[in-house]
């Protein structure tokens, strides 16, 4: 049993660590093309923070054989709109409120309207087709709906490279280029190269599928030695390993006040995993969502709801607001434990 829980850690380990690699040469790519903060917030950061929550049912579904670990692999999908529409949005919202208190900004967040607006708006609409059409016109529609939500979110990527945005507020130095300074490698005042950046990001994306196949195989086993239904264990705990510490990118862009690139990593990456995870789920499990695995989506939809309300009517965000859907998670676990 020790060395299964070491396992886990050791495959979250890895996954945690190459995200940062990964999303580190991401946001170096929307820099070196002069992408906008929309673009690298919402698409690069966005993909590749969420990357890991995304490799986790892939790995889960088609790597292992058995219901539990299908089982695993719809609780990853499901868990990652749920932690981030809960509590991703409770860390931005508490961030900004101890920023606000210590008198570095003001108490609200400063983002871009359309952004995201637009966001929410594919995400509401593709998140609760995913949920509802199966369950009330059954089997028959999960394949047309799979492709359908992929070319939703092509369509949405369309329109965020189109759309309206200021340039890039934050990017980091490239590792690979800083490790490459430190051998000797004249680096002062000069842009990474391409290839090295495609490295970064290609080794990352090896060692997170590594990762993740092992966090899946040990998950499984500590699961069943705890008699905790799979599904839920992956809803609760993968996402919370996985998801929330990467956000801790959006926590550090609140605190300095970029709000657009933080706000935007995380609905970003809600439009994200409301596609292509979720049509995995739909073309290869049998995707039938009740009790709390249901209870999850629809909440996440109605912290989604609630935001795109809030956006539509005040045209800003109030970090109560953020705070609020966070607390929605409190609801799910209060349910889960009176049942």
């Known amino acids: 049993m020790v060395i ?42 966005a993909v590749g923070t969420a990357l890991p929550e995304t490799i986790l049912p892939m790995v889960a579904i088609f790597l292992y054989g058995g219901h539990s670990s299908k089982e ?15 509590l991703a949005f409770f860390l931005v919202g508490a ?13 609200e967040l400063r983002i871009e309207v359309r952004s995201v607006r637009r966001d929410m708006v594919f995400f509401v609409a593709m998140y609760s087709s995913a949920v509802a059409l ?16 992929v070319f939703g979110y092509a369509f949405y990527a369309w329109l965020t490279f189109r759309g309206e945005s200021a340039g890039i507020e934050h990017a980091g130095d490239m590792y690979f280029w800083k490790a490459a ?47 905790m239904d799979p599904l839920l264990f992956a809803l609760l705990l993968a996402p919370i390993a996985t998801e929330l510490p ?14 657009t690139l933080a706000v935007g990593n995380i609905t970003g990456a809600m439009v994200f995993q409301s596609t292509f995870p979720v049509s995995v789920g739909l073309v290869f499990t049998e995707w039938k969502l009740t009790g709390m695995a249901l209870f999850s989506a629809l909440i996440a939809i109605t912290s989604s ?7 539509l009517l005040k045209k800003r ?17 209060i349910v889960l434990v009176v049942r």
Request: proline share 4%; hydrophobic share 55%.
């Open 4 to 45: 299964q829980i070491a396992l886990l850690l050791f495959g979250l380990t890895m996954i945690l660590a190459a995200a940062e690699f990964f999303t580190n040469g991401i946001e170096e790519i929307g820099r070196k093309f002069s992408f906008s903060q929309a673009v690298v917030g919402s698409i690069f950061a």
């Open 72 to 86: 695993i692999g719809v609780g990853a999908i499901l868990g990652a709109p749920f932690m981030l529409s809960t």
């Open 95 to 107: 961030t900004s409120s101890l920023a606000a208190l210590k008198g570095k900004r003001r108490f």
């Open 134 to 149: 199966p369950i009330f016109l059954g089997e028959a529609v999960q394949v047309p709906l799979a492709i359908a939500l």
């Open 181 to 227: 300074g430190r051998l000797g490698v004249p680096t002062d005042g000069k842009a990474p190269p391409l290839l090295l950046i495609l490295l970064q990001v290609g080794i990352s994306l090896g060692l997170m599928i590594g990762g993740a196949h092992t966090f899946v195989s040990s998950l499984e086993q500590v699961s069943a030695r705890f008699g």
């Open 246 to 259: 990467e956000k801790f990118n959006s926590v550090t862009w609140t605190w300095k006040g970029r709000d």
């Open 305 to 311: 709801v609630i935001l795109l309300g809030t956006v």
């Open 317 to 333: 965000i109030s970090p109560l607001t953020m705070l609020f859907c966070g607390c929605l998670y409190l609801l799910y676990a």
